[in-house]
């Protein structure tokens, strides 16, 4: 444009201002600021602070702190404002005319949905399916493989001897197994993360299946040597798999009942209670009708068959799911408190132990029979089975666990002392109802002292440093494990070799010796630098929160800029009809303004902006 022409054009876009602005302000003398007008005279002024660009042929734009709306003019001269997807001004972001939820509470309420603020009750109709399934398959499972475990007890050691196998081996036959279920449990655990829960599950209960139908051909070998050799190698490979679906069981509890763990482990050591119960006395009756073999072609088929039914059963979320990084064991094992409860672990597994191969001698000398032999191995399981599920709601109810072990240890050791009983009691004669009353007293001691554990060390992992994932989840798997086998291989190698040179009661006031020692253990150590709590898994909450934070005011930033985008047509297209009543001209089909009666007419077909200083640059 001229000279000529620059004072006889006033291009004036007017835009109304938030309504909000008008809310705010008492003065009436702040309502005549509402519509906000840059006026580009000859002289390159701009009489307001907002800044407004004409850009191309016929388009405004408008930059509102830092922009988000441009004002188009259609051929016919109509206005119409468009929104970017960027932050609407403060005044107007917490001042909208549409209601709308407060962002916080949505984030509490979809926050209580994905956390439980109190634990849920261990009832098994308070599981969800995928938790239903899951607990069925684990309770199933920890049943038969328990009843596999223990089946032998009433007869191997009666039939061994037959061969001219003597005590000790034949209590390093039952070690045997649990040792290799010590060596083997955690480096299960440490490649659980890469393998998958599930195919270590199925694939070791196959495994241990198998390994049980062989077992009952052992007893067409007359041969003492070969005997033996076939015994070690067939527990042994029997112990990989039961190591290896163990492991991954305690995966599955810790994963899937996070909250429950004390309570869900408690109902699960009811079926390995049972497992345990009735597998001595199941064996003995099995081998009274069939030998030496039904009792293992029986639980060994019965193993076989669950791995199709747990395929199905059993969640595969992890196969969605990258592989993750294996967990370390000597970072769990740094741990003092991991210790201490591995500790606690092995002195019950050992006491627990210590009965397979020393009980069924012990009872000789009352003239039993094998089913009532298996009976007798009945009472303490059946005790511990029913003093599980107690114990473990106690577990998830109160926080002191050492207290639990402590005090476990401690009935423990007075089972140990009354069931020979011990040469320190000579006062107290030996009786078949003694034995039976010591045994129901261990059975509930042993309740009592292991339900804790695993999520005692479990807790004391994670409070140590340890992540709170599945790696770790694990790692203290196949840690706790580990512990409890070498507990198994502890019991009965240390009670079949005191059994044979020193008796029964010496044996067991041996075990109740070290028992009591660890209980003292437990009483210093967590009296001193008490109980490690796990920690809230507080920094992923905050994370999310953060993120539904940002998603809530882009959200409501995008709503309120449509909003003001229809604000601001309306007001745009009244302003300019009435911009137009006044005779300050129109915009024709070219972009032309049709300037009023008695002045010329402008083209606007360059681009029209304000520079740093505010000055206007065509």
Known sequence: MDRADEHHVNIAVTLMASDNDDD???????????????????????RRSRSISVIDAGTTSRQQNGGGKRVFFRPNGTPHVRSHSVPAPLHRQQHTRRQRTPPSGRRISQRLLRTHLTPKAPGFSNFDRKQKLVFASLALVD????????????????????KGVNATVSGLVFSFYAFVMFVSSP?????????????????????????????GLMDRINDMTTFVTYSFLLRGTEALGAAAYSTASY??????????????????????????????ALGGVLYSVGGFGLPFYTLGIVMVFFVPINIYLLPAAEANEPRQKAGSILEVLRVPSVVVIGLVVIVSAANWGLLDPTLEPHLRQYNLTPQQIGLVFLLSSGVYAAASPLWGLLASKIGSHWFMMCFGLVLCTFGLLTIGPSPLIPFLPGSLWLTLVSLAILGIAAALTLLPTYQAVLDAAVAGG???????????????????????????SLGGLVLEWYGFPTCATLMAGVTFAVALLVLVFFS????????EKKDILEEEDE??????EERQASEDNVAASNEDNALLTERISQFQHNGYGSFDSNGVMAAPPGMGASQIMKTVALTATGAIEV
């Open 24 to 46: 705010h302000d008492d003065d009436d003398d702040d309502n005549d600021d509402d519509d906000q007008q840059v006026l580009v005279d000859g002289g390159g002024a701009a």
């Open 251 to 280: 995966t599955f509890v810790a994963d899937i009942f996070p909250d429950n763990i004390g309570s869900v482990m408690g109902i699960l050591e009811t079926f390995v209670g049972l497992g345990m119960s009735v597998g001595p």
């Open 466 to 492: 340890c992540s709170d994932d599945l790696p770790t989840y694990s790692i203290v798997a196949g840690v706790w494990s580990g512990m409890y086998s070498l507990g198994e291989v502890i019991g009965p």
């Open 528 to 535: 001193v630098h008490g109980q490690p709590v796990k920690p």
């Open 187 to 215: 480096l299960f655990g440490k490649i659980l993360p890469l393998v998958g829960a599930k195919f270590m599950f199925m694939s070791g209960m196959f495994l241990a299946g198998g390994c049980s139908i062989i077992f």
């Open 143 to 162: 049943f038969v493989s328990f009843c596999s475990m223990s089946i032998m007890a009433p007869f191997y050691p009666k039939e061994a001897s037959a």
């Open 547 to 552: 993120e539904e934070e940002e998603e809530d």
